[in-house]
């Protein structure tokens, strides 16, 4: 009789003899995987060369992860070295440093040093001390700017020192006479970002500069040891973009000179060092100090460390801004607009000395005699009070500065607008701490230089700015110099560059092989 199976269980049953003959047959399980396999490539495209062995993965995965770890150690342990050796170097300048203080005789070199400013430019020297420079008119400083008497524009026929700031003026109004008066920072900074012209930058500076070196030179006596001269030239961070124009014209001189450029910051730090006003990096410690640089034309806030300046904010705003604003009120007094040049230079003046008399007084009479065109009235007679220029100073940053300052990084953005000088100077404080990532507890030292400094109201609004920051730690932290030394004290600092040593912008001392 015949039994039907269906095809279900045919299959289950083969399935089972398969797998008994393969458990049994442990050659035959194996060649029967192969195939599989094989047969799943080939279907997918993929042909495996080998199998998975400690021959073939897992030992070159160890290989190469030595070679890392190695790599990564060594990469460490250099690194460290080289930090270990900025160390070193760094020790070893600090040592020579203070072994020339103790000894300045036995290290002093000639160096002749030059304090490039926005309006002034000072000299000094290092030997037998350090000490500024005095000018043939008996000013420790001379004007930035030339002006030249006639059209040919020549040296022989141009007039510097007290005789072109008596010439110069501020205005926007186009006169003749102004074209013929130059000055280094509106060559060299031009406005709206304009590019410098070489050319005049050379010619200005060597007209302006080279009868003041040439002085200096004859007051070093360098011909009788030449081989120990040389030039430390300081500029402000805006200036070291036309350092090509400056080195041209140092080169061009007949000194045979080594040719230094120091940024503000570096060479106000070592000065207020020279002077025992903050203290040197010993055993590894490092100070972080904040500079504030009132000049003429701008304020400059500055964060140094280890002989670099890590960050750096310049505000247009400095000691001729005060000058400015008092040119505009004493306009105030006549009801015919000032446009000929003797009218507005000889104001001018006049504001300047209303300015340098306010820092000392409360009130000052400012006569100028046949400044106006006015028929009633030919003779400027007036009073000028400190009151009324702070208030003046604080509607201009109000109104007119706050607005063009934020959109330059000047500013905090977490600060409110700036409604006077106090919160300028805070604003901008806050900014430098979050740019260079450091904060108020970090500082070690608030160091204030600058001419424009000394003006009660700058001086007072500092003092709030970084007690409002610091607390009572700005009582220690805070070093402002007496007020003679604060517009010298960045040209002296220069004289204190060690002879084995120079200085190389956004790398700091370097020893040099002679």
């Not at 806030?301 to 008092?326: A, D, H, Q």
């Amino acid at each position: 009789m015949l039994r039907f199976v269906s095809r279900r269980t045919v299959l289950t049953s083969s399935c089972r003899l398969v797998e008994t003959h393969a458990s049994s047959c442990p050659e035959v399980s194996s060649n029967l995987l192969n195939v599989h396999n094989s047969n799943d490539r080939a279907q997918s495209g993929i042909i495996r060369s080998f199998h998975a062995s400690a021959k073939h993965e897992i030992l070159p995965l160890l290989a190469v992860g030595t070679i890392a770890l190695v790599g990564r150690y060594s990469w460490k342990a250099l690194r460290r070295m080289d930090e270990d050796w900025e160390e070193y170097e760094y020790l070893m300048e600090q040592h020579e440093k203070q072994k020339a203080r103790e000894n300045p005789h036995e290290h002093a070199s000639r160096t002749m040093a030059v304090d490039v400013g926005t309006v002034y430019t000072k000299l000094a020297v290092s030997y037998p001390k350090p000490e500024v420079i005095v000018t043939r008119e008996g000013d420790r400083f001379f004007f930035n700017g030339i002006f030249y008497t006639d059209e040919s524009m020549d040296r022989s026929s141009s007039l510097s020192g007290r005789a072109a700031l008596e010439r110069y003026f501020y205005s926007e109004n186009t006169v003749e006479d102004r074209a013929n008066s130059k000055t280094i920072w509106s060559v060299l900074n031009p406005p709206n970002d304009g590019v410098v012209d070489e050319e005049e930058a050379s010619k200005l500076i060597s007209d302006l500069l080279s009868p003041a070196i040439a002085e200096a030179m004859d007051r070093l006596d360098y011909q009788s040891k030449e081989d120990l001269l040389r030039t430390v030239v300081t500029l402000p961070n805006q200036l070291l973009v036309s350092v090509p124009a400056l080195t041209s014209f140092v080169k061009s001189l007949d000194t045979k000179t080594r040719t230094t450029f120091l940024p503000n910051p570096v060479a106000a730090v070592w000065g207020a060092q020279s002077k025992n006003l903050l203290p040197e990096d010993y055993d590894g410690k490092t100070n972080k100090t904040v500079v504030i640089d009132v000049g003429g034309e701008t304020t400059q806030f500055s964060m140094v460390e280890r002989n670099l300046v890590k960050y750096t904010i310049s505000v247009p705003w400095g000691g001729e801004s005060l000058v400015r604003l008092v040119v505009d009120l004493l306009k105030k007094e006549s009801s015919v607009p000032l446009q000929d040049a003797r009218s507005l230079s000889a104001l001018q003046a006049q504001a300047r000395a209303a300015v340098a008399e306010l820092t000392s007084q409360t009130r000052v009479p400012v006569h100028v005699p046949y400044l106006f065109p006015d028929p009633g009235k030919h003779h400027l007679d007036a009073a000028l009070s400190r009151y009324v220029v702070e208030q003046a100073v604080n509607h201009h940053i109000r109104n007119t500065l706050s607005e063009t300052l934020p959109g330059e990084n000047y500013l905090s953005t977490h600060m409110p607008p700036p409604t006077n000088l106090e919160s300028l100077l805070m604003s901008v404080l806050t900014q430098l701490l979050e740019a260079s990532n450091e904060t108020p507890m970090s500082i070690d030292s608030v160091l204030v230089v600058g001419g424009a400094s000394k003006f009660p109201l700058v001086d007072s609004s500092i003092r709030s700015a970084c007690f409002a920051f610091m607390g009572s730690d700005a009582n220690t932290k805070l070093v402002i110099p007496e007020v003679s030394l604060r517009t010298e004290l960045t040209v002296l600092g220069c004289t204190t560059l060690l002879p084995s040593y120079d200085y190389e912008l956004g790398e700091g001392l370097k020893r040099t092989n002679s």
